[in-house]
């Protein structure tokens, strides 16, 4: 309480940085038309090309500002009292283990993992949110969820139905992706408590094609059903 790990100095800059710090304005105003990758790789690959001796200078520069921040970092520490300093590595902990999740949800998204299957309600507001009424996402949802809790069960019957269709095209999905991970070695990434899923045949792969073709099948009758309304 009262301290915050905003109040810690910060690590300066190392020489690359202090060269991209410097120099980025100036590569943006003679490249106006590159993307922001673009212009980041053009950076790097000048300071790769800049002699030794003037790397030097960024470098000497980050010495002196290195020991000028170990000073101030040994200052902060010193006025921090124990349940301050347990409540900073507690932060840090937090901090440490969302960056750990949000790196672990996007390695998942690159090896192509099948999203969750929707529920009833969810597909409900993908069909009906662009009509619905309300200034912010949040005023539309909370219309979407007074309208579906009115929904009779045979008027919610289709979009359960679409639902369960979902969790059939989930399950096959994942058993295929899971399969495929266990080719690469990624044995860590299959759900706990689950059996190595044994390689699948063409025709278990055309089950889960034919299981996808049901949802949509189905999507797309209740659409119809409903302009027919």
């Known amino acids: 309480r009262g301290i915050s790990s905003d109040e810690r100095p910060k690590r300066p800059l190392t020489g690359?940085?202090?060269?991209?710090?410097?120099n980025h304005s100036g590569f943006k105003q003679k490249n106006p038309e590159m993307s922001n990758?673009?212009?980041m790789r053009k950076i790097a690959g000048a300071w790769k090309a800049l002699p030794a001796s003037q790397k030097q200078v960024y470098e000497e520069a980050r010495k002196t500002d290195w020991?000028?921040?170990?000073?101030?970092?040994?200052?902060?520490?010193?006025q921090l009292t124990p349940a301050q300093a347990e409540a900073l590595r507690e932060e840090k902990r937090r901090r440490l283990a969302r960056r750990r999740l949000f790196k672990a949800k996007r390695e998942l998204t690159v090896l192509g993992k099948p999203k969750r299957p929707r529920t009833g309600f969810n597909?409900?507001?993908?069909?009906h949110f662009k009509e619905s009424e309300g200034i912010s996402p949040v005023a539309k949802l909370k219309q979407l969820f007074d309208g579906w809790q009115k929904l009779s069960d045979s008027q919610k019957q289709?979009?359960?139905q679409l639902a369960e269709d979902d969790k059939v095209r989930y399950e096959n999905e994942m058993t295929l992706w899971e399969t495929k991970m266990i080719e690469l070695g990624r044995e860590d990434l299959i759900r706990s408590g689950k059996q190595r899923p044994k390689k699948k045949s063409v025709e278990t792969a055309k089950q889960a094609e034919t299981a996808k073709a049901s949802s949509y099948e189905n999507k797309a009758k209740l659409k119809l059903e409903k302009s027919e309304e």
């Open 37 to 39: 990758v673009e212009l």
């Open 16 to 22: 690359y940085f202090r060269f991209l710090k410097e």
């Open 158 to 160: 289709p979009y359960l």
């Open 123 to 127: 597909i409900f507001v993908s069909e």
């Open 67 to 78: 020991q000028r921040y170990e000073q101030q970092l040994a200052t902060y520490k010193a």
